[in-house]
Each structure stands twice: as structure tokens, then as C-alpha cells.
């Protein structure tokens, strides 16, 4: 293994090499931060007593950050260091959690998060560039693999800490958070040690800094000029929907029905969540460089599937909690392949053109859906409870994985 780690990285050349190097350091910190805060709606609900809605709330507030990126993005892209960005979300972004020290209710949580979360979104856009422009394609999924690896490896340790930590003082959950932060910013720090070329792509553009209609005609410019990418993000759309609508229930399900404590709670979010995404993010990673992405979203969406299933008929079984742990098995499986999708898919469709208005509009859309689906998913949940809501999911995972099939036919007789 560690042979052919080394003849991979000696066929990188000096700016694959140096990328590599840092997205590795970058990765880990971030993995480490991500880790401690996959607790944050448990820490709402068990330590804090949030209500059903305010965890609903929690739930959206990171795909609805996603809804400002063409906004914030629009502001960022003004600033011509790309280094300058990183260290403005590395101070303002990742560590505005060290205020979890004077946290002690579910407001000021809140409130903490959404700030995070807004400034969280634009990591995703300048890291697609980055790959886009630093790494070849035959190896751009190898190294997204290799250094994702590494920081799940580092969520998985950091989020069975915390597990443990919380059982032990469940307002541990202020100096965690704080930690998560600091570790937040040394990901943006690693991120400022990256040379990519830096271009003024529209250096006689001057549109004002409230200039919101200029953001909105690019996106739906994107969405209009490539037919392929937006039946993609449709049918992507329906898979976030299937995702989304589970979010308000997990942390009800977990707590009020299960009654797991924290260190349960980390072992199937945490540990068994993340282990696929360790072991077979490299591979997803190789795969998705010589497959195209809609044949690979179908067979990642199709496998997703028996996760909210697992779920499901966790209801019937005697042994809870062992459906339980098997659902995120399947989960941690299958996001590996989403998670490159996520990720990567918007480079097939830019082509030689610059990925980041794709992977903006990519992120925008999850903002639009973040908006009502967990609304949907709350409402559903106070009316029916938890088990219908995963059924709902289960089905449309099934959609996506079908209508993205049929994409990838249709795509290939065009082709031909």
C-alpha cells in the first residue's frame, strides 16, 4: 500500500505535488472541525432542549447558507488574492465557533452556527478551482480521494471524542466547539499555501457591491446555456430532497425515541457514518475519473437508498439500534460516491471553462431546496411521525437513481 502510494506520488508533477501536500494538512483540520460539530443538533436537542422546530431550523441553516453564495461569492470574487479569501473566512468564517464559549442557549447557538454556515458555503467553490486548474484530470479523483480520506479519518476521531467528552459534561459542548474553530481556521491557513494562477477573469465589469440582479442572471445564464447540466442538477435536486427531508427527524429518532446517549450517537453519525467515506473515497475518486457522473450518481443515489429503508424497518425490529448502525453503514458507503460527486461533477460539465460559476450554481440550488424540504420534513414529522418521513425519502432516492439513468442514455445517444 505504501509502495504504491509512493510511485503515485512520484508520477505528480512540482504543482500537483504542492497541491497535494497542503489539501492534505487543509483537509485534516477541516476534518477535525467537522467532526465535533456533526453533534451540533444532538447538542441542540439534548443539552440545550431545543424544540422540534428550532432543530428543523438548525437542520436548514447550512443548505440555506448555500442560498447567499451567488451573493457572498459575488462580493469574494471581487477581492483578486485568493489567499486574502482564504484568510477572511479563516477569521471571520471558522473562528466566530470560539464565541460557543459564551453559548448557554439554544438562541445564541443558533445564531453562532448560521454565521458559520453563511461564510462556511464559499470553501466548496474556490476548492473545485483549485482542483480545476492545479490537478490533471487522471488525477484529480485519486488525490480528492486520498486527502478527503484523511480528514473524514480525522472527523471519525474528533466525533467519537466528542462523544465521549459530552457524556462525561454535556457543556463541554462550548470548549469543543471553540476547539473546532481554531482547528476551522488552520484549514483556511493551509488553504493560503496553495499557488494557483490567479486571473482577473472580467477586469471591466464594475457592478456595485449590492449589485444583486447581476448574481441571479449568471446562474440561471449557466442553467440556460447547458441543457445536460440542468436536467443534472434536477434530478441532483430530487436526491437533496430525499436527503433533506430526513435531517428534523435523525436527532428526534436518536433522542426521544432511542434515548442513545452522546458516545452511541457518535459511533453510527460519527464512526460508522464516516468509515466508508475512509476507505473508499480513493476508489469513488478513481472511478469517477473514468466514469461519467450521471451513471455514477445513479448507482451512489441507488445504494443511498437502503439507507432511510434501514431506517425504516428499524421500526419492526427487536434490535434497534443494530438497523440502526447497519442504515449508516450503507450511508457512510454510498456518500463516498456523493461526496466526489458533490464535488467534482460541475468540472465534467465546465469542461475547459471555469468551474466556479458550475459549482456556485451547484451549491445555490441546495439553498433553494434547503429552504422548504426540511420544513416539509418538520410538518411530515408532527404528523405523522418519524417512519413515514424515511419512507419518503426511500423513494425519492429511487427517483433520482432512475431519472439519472435515463440522463446518462440520453446523454450517450446525443454523444454518438
Known amino acids: ?45 439534548k443539552t440545550l432542549s431545543g424544540s422540534p422546530f428550532q432543530i428543523t431550523l438548525l437542520t436548514m441553516v447550512n443548505p ?43 438562541v445564541s447557538f443558533l445564531a453562532i452556527l448560521i454565521v458559520y454556515s453563511i461564510l462556511n458555503v464559499l470553501l466548496n467553490p474556490f476548492f473545485t478551482g483549485i482542483m480545476q486548474k492545479n490537478v490533471r484530470k487522471m488525477n484529480r479523483g485519486i488525490i480528492y480521494g486520498i486527502t478527503g480520506s484523511s480528514g473524514t479519518l480525522f472527523s471519525v476521531i474528533a466525533s467519537l471524542f466528542a462523544g465521549f467528552a459530552l ?12 476547539f473546532a474553530g481554531v482547528m476551522g481556521f488552520l484549514c483556511c491557513y493551509f488553504y493560503t ?40 442538477e434536477i434530478f441532483f435536486f430530487i436526491y437533496g430532497m430525499g436527503f433533506m427531508i430526513v435531517l428534523p ?43 461519467n457522473p450521471m451513471i455514477f450518481s445513479a448507482g451512489s443515489f441507488f445504494l443511498l437508498a437502503f439507507y432511510p429503508l434501514l431506517l425504516f424497518f428499524s421500526n419492526f425490529a427487536n434490535d434497534k439500534i443494530l438497523f440502526v448502525y447497519a442504515a449508516f453503514s450503507i450511508y457512510s458507503i454510498s456518500m463516498a460516491g456523493v461526496s ?12 475547459d471553462k471555469d468551474s466556479k460559476p458550475y459549482q456556485v450554481v451547484h451549491i445555490f440550488l441546495t439553498g433553494i431546496r434547503g429552504v422548504f424540504v426540511p420544513i416539509i420534513g418538520f410538518l411530515m414529522l408532527k404528523a405523522f411521525g ?31
Open 386 to 416: 418519524v417512519f413515514p418521513v424515511f419512507l419518503t425519502s426511500f423513494i425519492l432516492y429511487i427517483t433520482a437513481a432512475v431519472s439519472m439513468l435515463f440522463l446518462y442514455f440520453s446523454y450517450k445517444k446525443k454523444q454518438a
Open 340 to 351: 466526489v460527486l458533490w464535488d467534482l461533477s460541475t468540472i465534467f460539465f465546465a469542461k
Open 64 to 106: 440555506v447558507a448555500n442560498l447567499f453564495i451567488i451573493f457572498v461569492m459575488d462580493i469574494f470574487s471581487r477581492i483578486k488574492k485568493r489567499k486574502t479569501v482564504f484568510m477572511l473566512l479563516g477569521v471571520f468564517g471558522k473562528l466566530i465557533l470560539v464565541l460557543m464559549f459564551f453559548a448557554e442557549s439554544s
Open 249 to 291: 427527524s435523525i436527532p428526534i429518532y436518536f433522542v426521544d425515541a432511542l434515548h442513545l446517549d452522546y458516545s452511541q450517537i457518535s459511533m453510527a453519525k460519527g464512526f460508522i457514518g464516516q468509515f466508508g467515506l475512509i476507505l473508499f473515497l480513493p476508489l469513488m475518486g478513481f472511478f469517477s475519473d473514468r466514469m
Open 193 to 232: 499555501k496553495i499557488e494557483v494562477e490567479e486571473k482577473n477573469e472580467n477586469p471591466k465589469e464594475k457592478n456595485g457591491i449590492f449589485d444583486f440582479v447581476k448574481p441571479v442572471k449568471q446562474t440561471l445564464r449557466v442553467l440556460k446555456h447547458d441543457k445536460d447540466f440542468l436536467l443534472f
Open 1 to 45: 500500500m505504501i509502495r504504491r502510494f509512493v510511485s503515485f506520488f512520484s508520477r505528480l508533477n512540482k504543482t500537483e505535488k504542492q497541491t497535494f501536500s497542503y489539501l492534505f494538512l487543509a483537509q485534516s483540520f477541516n476534518g477535525i472541525c467537522l467532526g465535533i460539530l456533526i453533534l451540533q443538533e444532538v447538542v441542540l436537542r
Open 167 to 178: 457524556d462525561f459534561n454535556q457543556m463541554y459542548f462550548q470548549m469543543l466547539f471553540a
